[in-house]
DNA sequence: TCTCATTTGAGATTCAATCTCAATAAGAAC
DNA sequence: GTTCTTATTGAGATTGAATCTCAAATGAGA
């Protein structure tokens, strides 16, 4: 998490009449300090493992802020759960999962937003958001043969 | 529902040993009867409405296998919660969702199919299948001011 | 330092989906 | 048609992520 991160998180808190606390910045840091899309339960227990304690209920309301102001990127892959992942690339990416072991891919597409905006134009549907997931099969699972249980 | 739509149905069923029940060619009739994109509950209750006792849990298991088997397309548009279409007019198709109404529009572009292809090659990924969803304010949403609590 | 609205933590609650299990029914064999 | 075996059904219990509740604690402006 850089300072100008921080930065960022405070003034929100600020703009939005919501306090500071210790447990929201450790939150944000957790999130911040690692690329991986994780679950809020996964940040939960990330926090824990380094003993700082913050409340689950606490972690998830924290997720909220930062997805309601825009501080993290957050996406469902359909099993229920909602991932997670710092903005501080800050790049417009989508996802190509696997649907073995769940690895997930950024890759960015440029060509496939100008298709967009068409596709919404034509519905004259005003465009605020998108979901692109590709699911397939990582080169490893399609190498590795399925274990016999 | 067609006659060739149930026999593909009954061949499914048969095929794997699945018997073949009043309750799951109901289930199936009320999905291949409507165009919208409905939740299990709703296709519940639209049983119900029709004086068609088929009780929820046979609902939920009959659409899994409609899904398991390629029968009915399935979305989960971020709230939890599974919606089922029928997969009679077979096209690919992505959708358009209003943030505001709920209203969902499908829509063909075969340009994306493409990119998505040449994406998931780059990265080694063989495709199995791909979630494609824009966001945004319908036509009549835009011109709608939001009414006051 | 005081005050007060906000936040926290722990546990309760929600809700879609899944599971359990006794009763029922499909459908193969005869 | 009858019998037999196994799958299916229905009702209610359970699961699990997320949200809600409320008393106690705390941030931050005065």
Redesign the pocket.
Same mark, same amino acid.
């Given at each position: 998490m850089t300072d100008s991160e921080l930065e960022k998180f405070k003034k929100v808190?600020?703009d939005e009449?919501?306090?500071? +606390?210790?447990? %929201?910045v450790e939150v944000f840091r957790e999130v911040c300090n690692s690329d991986e899309h994780r679950?809020?339960?996964e940040i939960y227990l990330a926090l824990r493992k380094r003993d700082i304690?913050?409340?689950?209920? +606490?972690v998830? %309301?924290?997720m909220?802020i930062l997805y309601q102001y825009d501080l993290v990127q957050r996406m469902d892959i359909g099993d229920?759960?909602?991932r997670y992942e710092h903005w501080l690339n800050c790049h417009q990416h989508d996802h190509l999962i696997c649907i073995r072991c769940g690895t997930i891919v950024e890759f960015i597409n440029t060509q496939i937003e100008g298709i967009q905006k068409d596709v919404a134009e034509k519905f004259n549907y005003q465009l605020v958001r998108h979901v692109h997931q590709l699911f397939g099969l990582c080169k490893q699972c399609q190498d590795t043969p399925v274990s016999v249980k």
């Open positions: 808190l600020k009449n919501l306090k500071l +606390t210790p447990q %929201r679950e809020a339960e304690n913050v409340s689950r209920s +606490t998830y %309301r924290t909220d229920g759960k909602w």
